[in-house]
């Protein structure tokens, strides 16, 4: 991959060099791009590029908000746009990992297996958080919202208390060359009784063990497996099968060790107040 040299993008300086973003967390927010970028994708995909994302500095400090449409686009992810995302990891009573294919309809990485749920906390109370702790439990909310909204997992089957914060890991993603993903995602663990985009975000990761109910949005999921450690390893041997960048970089690197401590040992790496940085 090619590296792009990017200033330093700080609450100082975000506006000169993103003037679609806006300087508050809020529920306003501006476009700033041509529904050109957006022709011939799916209606309600469209709508959802809308959505208030939250932009942060490279350590993770919020600095404003753009729509998810402007935090995608690869313009800006080469220009050093950062925003804040999670990844949930959700395990079932027989210890298994709840995978999703994403739906055709999605602008970016669609028809791609991925974890549980992958999404964004938006720049509105009560998902926002300027601190380690206020964030985490901004992205838990987030996490229930977006289980309901893609999985028809209801939330009291996933309750906050019991999604567990392991850390941030900050990575970048293309997707297709116009559109992409630069996060810093949290990741939770929950354990149960045409267009080329790029993601740049610090990515939380929760996981969390549950039995769950589900009822499928065929809008944003097009199939569900529930897999073994074993069975995870077998579907990346097989070539037909595709897989979102951040997952298969969380699995190569970090998913199995967590894996084998689910059920005792998993304190050891959780609540880390580092970012990993692989990008």
């Not at 992205?139 to 229930?144: E, F, N």
């Not at 084998?260 to 998993?266: F, K, T």
Request: contains cysteine.
């Amino acid at each position: 991959m090619s590296t792009t040299t990017t200033q330093t993008i700080t609450a100082e300086n975000v506006i000169h060099l993103f003037p679609e973003v806006d300087s508050q967390l809020a529920s306003s927010h501006r476009t700033g791009t041509s529904t050109s970028d957006l022709e011939g994708y799916d209606e309600e995909q469209i709508r959802l590029m809308d959505e208030v994302c939250i932009v942060l500095d490279k350590d993770d400090k919020p600095i404003g908000s753009a729509s998810k449409k402007v935090c995608h686009l690869m313009t800006n992810i080469n220009s050093g746009l950062l925003h804040r995302a999670f990844s949930v990891f959700l395990f079932d009573s027989q210890d298994r990992l709840l995978l999703q294919q994403r739906a055709s309809e999605k602008i970016t990485f669609p028809d791609m297996w991925t974890n549980t749920c992958c999404s964004h906390p938006l720049g509105v109370p009560g998902e926002t958080g300027a601190d380690l702790e206020t964030a985490v439990m901004g992205v838990k909310r987030a996490a229930q919202r977006k289980l309901w909204h893609e999985l028809g997992i209801k939330k009291e089957q996933v309750p906050l208390e019991d999604f567990r914060f392991l850390t941030r890991i900050h990575y970048l993603a293309p997707s297709d060359g116009k559109w992409g993903e630069h996060e810093s995602i949290f990741t939770f663990h929950w354990t149960a009784k045409g267009t080329r985009l790029t993601w740049t975000q610090v990515d939380y990761i929760l996981f969390i063990k549950a039995d769950v109910d589900l009822e499928v949005n065929p809008n944003e999921v097009q199939d569900t497996r529930y897999v073994s450690a074993d069975g995870m390893r077998s579907m990346f041997k097989d070539e037909k099968l595709k897989f979102t960048p951040w997952f298969k970089l969380i699995c190569e690197t970090l998913l199995f060790e967590w894996w084998e401590h689910l059920n005792g040992g998993l304190e050891m790496y959780t609540n880390d107040t580092d970012i990993k940085r692989m990008c």
